[in-house]
């Protein structure tokens, strides 16, 4: 930016980013021939029609090298703009650029300034809107449930009972569907606003937190959980914390849809410089036709378990949102129905 920031102090060249590079290629043009007319009038000794041509070609050289060096300087700011997109894009990451410049570079830099400000200003709008408005269908959704609380509880009828549970059941349907949607809106922001520095991460460490959050699910339905510990550590793109919540998604669901008295399998491993973690099951399996959808938010394959547990149908699809969001990949596959799964989760070394 020093260049473009030098030129720009210059008067003829201070509203034009066209005219800068015009005058440095301008500038580079005529160092052969300035050079060409002193090698000439200034060198002392008789001068050749070869010794000229050579020093042309040498100049010519020179001078286009050192052209090609200035304007790659020249357009730095349309690189910062660039990267500032990308960051915002891709890491939710806000970059302050230099807006003092009044040429179209100049304008670029302020317009892309303006526009990455505005969209996060929306976006947490959008958000603090969304669970304003979650906030109250809790409570319009709640009023009738209160009410069928206290009919059931004045011993009515038993068609009255019914028709009051059945409220009580709705409602709550509602109240899952609505904290699973503002669970979806916090984990996304979680992702997008995450730091994709490399980190150690070592498994011993983050096993007992996995499992601590799953104990009861194997419990209840006497699954056992086999882990298969190939490696200690590995340097990932990925919060330890997210790691560990996508692992407990993953066997949760392997346990949700296996059945009683089975087991469930984790290998951790490397493979041709890959990092490989594979969750195994025996359990409801799925048709291969099948696996777009299951990392759909709200899929319509969002099924009852083996033991009839509910599916909040966003899982795995936060699941592969924040893998890949940390440059890694995240597959699932199965032989069939009651043929088990298997997802894997990828990440290069």
């Known amino acids: 930016m020093k260049l473009y920031h030098s030129l720009s102090q210059i008067g003829f060249l201070k509203k034009s980013y066209a005219f800068k590079f015009l005058f440095v290629a301008f500038i580079g043009i005529h160092i052969p021939l300035i050079g060409i007319l002193f090698y000439v009038l200034y060198y002392n000794h008789s001068v050749s029609a070869t010794s000229i041509l050579i020093f042309s070609l040498v100049m010519t050289l020179l001078a286009t090298l050192l052209t090609l060096l200035v304007l790659n300087h020249l357009i730095k700011p349309i690189s910062i703009a660039s990267k500032a997109l990308d960051d915002y894009r891709n890491n939710r990451r806000l970059s302050i650029l230099p807006t003092e410049y009044s040429d179209e570079a100049g304008l670029l830099l302020c ?5 990455i400000y505005e969209s996060e200003s929306f976006i947490n709008e ?3 809107l969304i669970y304003m408005l979650s906030h109250d269908l809790k409570n319009f959704a709640g009023n009738p449930q209160g009410l069928a609380r206290l009919i059931i509880s004045e011993n009515p009828s038993e068609s009255v009972r019914q028709l009051a549970e059945l409220i009580c059941e709705s409602t709550n349907l509602q109240f899952r569907y609505i904290e699973n949607f503002i669970k979806l809106l916090q984990e996304q922001d979680r992702v997008v606003k995450g730091n994709l520095e490399m980190r150690m991460i070592s498994f011993p460490n983050i096993l007992p937190f996995i499992n601590e959050q799953v104990e009861q699910r194997l419990i209840d339905k006497n699954i056992k959980l086999s882990l298969n510990l190939e490696m200690v550590e590995a340097k990932l793109r990925i919060d330890e914390g997210l790691l560990v919540q996508v692992l407990v998604n993953l066997i949760s669901n392997a346990v949700k849809f296996s059945y009683f008295d089975s087991e469930v399998k ?13 969750v195994t099951d025996n359990g409801i399996g799925f048709d291969k036709t099948q696996i777009d959808e299951l990392f759909k938010k709200f899929t319509k394959m969002s099924r009852l378990g083996t033991a009839n547990e509910s599916s909040t ?3 795995l699809y ?5 893998i890949e969001k940390n440059k890694g990949k995240l597959t699932a596959s199965s032989d069939g129905k009651n043929k088990g799964a298997e997802f894997r989760i990828e990440f290069e070394l």
Request: glycine residues 10%.
């Open 313 to 315: 149908g966003i899982g």
């Open 111 to 115: 317009n892309i300034q303006e526009s």
């Open 318 to 322: 936060l699941c592969k949102k924040i």
């Open 126 to 128: 959008k958000q603090d």
């Open 266 to 278: 984790v290998r951790i491993y490397t493979e041709d410089g890959r990092f490989i973690v594979t």
